[in-house]
């Protein structure tokens, strides 16, 4: 009786299967239906699983799903969350989407407008300004208009390019020398400790390599000491070209830049008084007029600006190079006289140590 009941089961799911390859009904339900008349066992507990205990039931998914394009489907009885049209989601877990009556743009301040105009005639005026001083500079260059000139400050100017273009020069030089120098001092130092080790490693001659030892260690300290010397007027006097001096020339370009631009109007204000007098012409006077005025005091005050710091240039000039020269000679004596003495100390130390050597065949 057990295989028979076995047996009918396997031919009701064999059945049950064939119907859902026809899809001519629900698969779910048959599953639950075939499921209700499957018992366990003839003696054990027997379980209908299409009668479910209430407190097992759960939700059940929809015989059809109905899609319609032409009507809205309330979110709350949809089971798969709520589409009406393509991928569009109505179902809203967080509710309405907001809204507000206040503007998401930047607004424009009021003063947006007046600073574009502000770049705008910054760029006029630039443009105006540039295209009268190259006027100027080449009428300069081909003798059709004059210039303002101050001979004495020209002079003065003059003068402070030379000094500087001499004092680069001196700078170049220092600098080599410092560096030969250096190289010089290394040597020695490499050389004396040559010297003192072969001074242990040749008895036959220990004392005179002894000798040259000491003398290349004194020319080494004597020589740290000038290279420190010479450093210390290389920077000195790099301060003076490369700062102090071009700080200066600095000013003196803004100067002539001045001048020119100074001259421009002058020349400008001179055409429009010359011309006739017309309305456009006195409104074009009134204007180089103001122009012309804020140039000359701008020229004027850039050339009381050169004046002084020329002035103070060229006193401050005078009294650093003063005491640098004053350094530096007494840095060189002492290094040659102080190398002197060494020698001379170190001839009369090892006078009388160092044996004549015997006359070799090849002098003989």
Known sequence: GHFETQTGAELQTWHTFTRMTSLTSNPMEDIENMEGEYMEGSSGHRRNRSNPEPEQTRPQPPRSLDFQSDKETDPSQSWTGGFTQGCTPQFQPFGAPATSSISLTTPSSPGDGLGKTTKLENIKNWTISTYKCSRQSLYEKMGKTSKTVD???????????????????????????????????????????????????????????????????????????????????VSSVNTIVNKTMEDSLLTVKQYETARVEY????????FYTAAKETEANQMKLSETQLSFNNKKAEFEKLRSDVQIKLKFLDENRVKVMANQLLLFHTAVSAYFSGNQVALEESMKQFAGKVKTPATSWIEQ
Not at 166 to 182: D, G
Not at 200 to 214: D, G, I, R, T
Not at 263 to 270: G, N, S, V
């Open 151 to 233: 001979p004495e400050l020209e002079d003065q100017i003059d003068t402070l390019r030379n000094t500087q273009k001499k004092y680069s020069e001196i700078l170049r030089l220092a600098r080599a020398l410092s560096s030969h120098f250096y190289n010089l001092v290394q040597t020695q130092n490499s050389l004396g400790e040559c010297f003192s080790d072969l001074a242990h490693k040749s008895p036959e001659l220990q004392q005179e390599f002894l000798y040259n030892a000491e003398a290349q260690r004194n020319l080494t300290k004597n020589g740290q000491h000038l290279l420190a010397s010479l450093n210390f007027f």
């Open 263 to 270: 001259d421009a109007y002058r020349t400008d204000l001179e």
